[in-house]
């Protein structure tokens, strides 16, 4: 589907020929690009089958240089469009013998970035690329030492979901092209390097690590960490990587990560990545996790020592499955990457913790969810509610909220209802098997929910309402938990009576999804001095878990509790992860006085932060560089 047309005129796109010069085409001649699915790519005339990476990291320039050597299918064109942004292109050669060939640059969209057109010939089934990053390739997240734990050695990882792989590789970036992978990758002395790939274990001394994926994946799913790394087997395909200082942490953190391999295995089908990783990254890391196959990538803000946020490792293997094995067409079917993910997160933890467990967890993101809906509607985004999502012209980004996750889950759970549990395991098991290693549209799952489930067994369902419609429709299944009501209770009545909260209670002796929901019962103001007695004998602002730490901030700034601010002054400076910091700033963003506070923290630790987090934030405080 083509929504955008964008018009370029050959006089304006040539933006860089280097040493060859175009030929076989007069300046006026117009061209024009297809957008689609966030792509320039031209995939169904030419499409990368397996790509080869051959890099070099350089971290005094802060640069990668290289060559990426595309293997195509071509059905016979004269060009082939990569999508490229913040890359500085040096030569481009085709065939194996390396004929140096003729490319332009499009116009550079603020979102997209610019295509890159490469004149081929008509049998040409190879493509290398010669290029080098930039300070605009915001996939890349360079880190001085100082910002990592030993402070000794510096450190990069990228980030490619949605559309970042196209700042580091130049690549066809859309969800719907599947390819192999290899890579050569050469870094300094002392470090390491790994990928969404085969991955070493240990250092060598020549610095040089090869890697492989051999499994068709979205180039989405491209990843690289560099830095002092050390690893720890866990259990028989399963282990943890992490700077040296924290790796025995982080190996009694994720101790479960076998159980979970085999519980994930044991609900829907084998575990086809052969190993299952997982990366503690620095603190910058924007993301809770991040489902690169074969190797998650996770905030250090999980290791809390008491294993209460495995939860999040458990959705980033989910992906293992639904996403990374099966994968969304476009970037307007996200919710068949991320509601399945949560759904079959939650089973996990069903099956391993307990329902009591999953329970809490998925009541936590039910209350998430009503409160997106309602402010989405409120702020005149209704159409941002529906399940399929209308992203063209946007940023994908816009798409990460609580309707692809929380909507899309509920809506499987609810269809679960209706089939009966082992209906709905059978089908979701056939589903996976029968579209591994492709990618669909939500129509084609609406096809397939029909034809496999619904119509098998007579159901009559509202899938159109669920899906094309706004909020959330009224057959939707509820889930409580008593769990909860004890902790709530305490909320309550301190906050209507004043009673204290009973002596015996201590913050480790509740799970953190109670915390949230203590915190939350206060509905968004509590009179400071409460605030402060709940801090002297919970300490809640200074309890090092990043979840409680946050909405206990949350609270503070909107009930104007200052005892908090040293806290999160130096929580802002260390912590990156977007889903904590957004709402801490938007919080603080109301007020004048605050916004101020926040501008002054923001300047200190706007540089430790990925891209992906500072341009949310940049927004939220109208922040220009
Ligand atoms: N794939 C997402 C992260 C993502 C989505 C990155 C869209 C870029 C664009 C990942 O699996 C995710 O959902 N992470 C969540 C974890 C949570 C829902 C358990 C996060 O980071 O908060
Ligand atoms: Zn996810």
Redesign the pocket.
Known sequence: MYRLLILLFASQLITSCNSVEKQNESPSTAMTIKVSDHSYSNVDEINTTHLHLDIAVDFDKKELTGVVRHTMNNTGVHRAIFDVYGLSIQKITIGTDEKETTYTIGEESPTLGAPLIVDIEPTTTVVNIYYATTDASSALDWLAPELTLSKEHPFLYT????I?TRTWIPTQDIPSNRITYSADVQVPNGLIALMSAKNPTEKNDAGTYSFTMDQPIPC?LIAMAVGDIAYQKIGENTGVYSEPALLEEVADEFADLQKMVDAAESLYGEYLWETYDVIVLPYSF??????NPRLTFA?PTLITGDRSLV??I???LA?SWS?NLVTNATWND?WL??GF??YF?NRIMEKLYGKEVADMLSVIEWQELQATTSEMINNGQAHDTHLKLDLDDRN??D??TDIA?VKGAFFLKTLEAAAGRENFDTFLKSYFDTYKFQTLTTEDFISYLDKNLLNKFNIEFNTAEWIYEEGVPENHISISSPRFEAIQQYAKQLKENGTPIPNDITRENHITQEWLAFIRNFEGQLDPEKMRSIDEQLNLKGSGNAEIMSEWFVLGIHSGYLDIREDMEAFLKKVG???FLAPIYAALAKTEDNKSWALEIYEEARSNYHA?SSGTIDEILGYEE
Request: charged letters at 25%; zero cysteines; a negative charge.
């Open positions: 980030q490619g979901q949605a970042l989405y924007p993301f809770g996790g991040m489902e905030t939860s999040v458990a959705h980033e992906h996403g996200f990457n991320e993910t949560v997160e994908p980004d798409g990460m996750y992860r977007r889903k992906v």
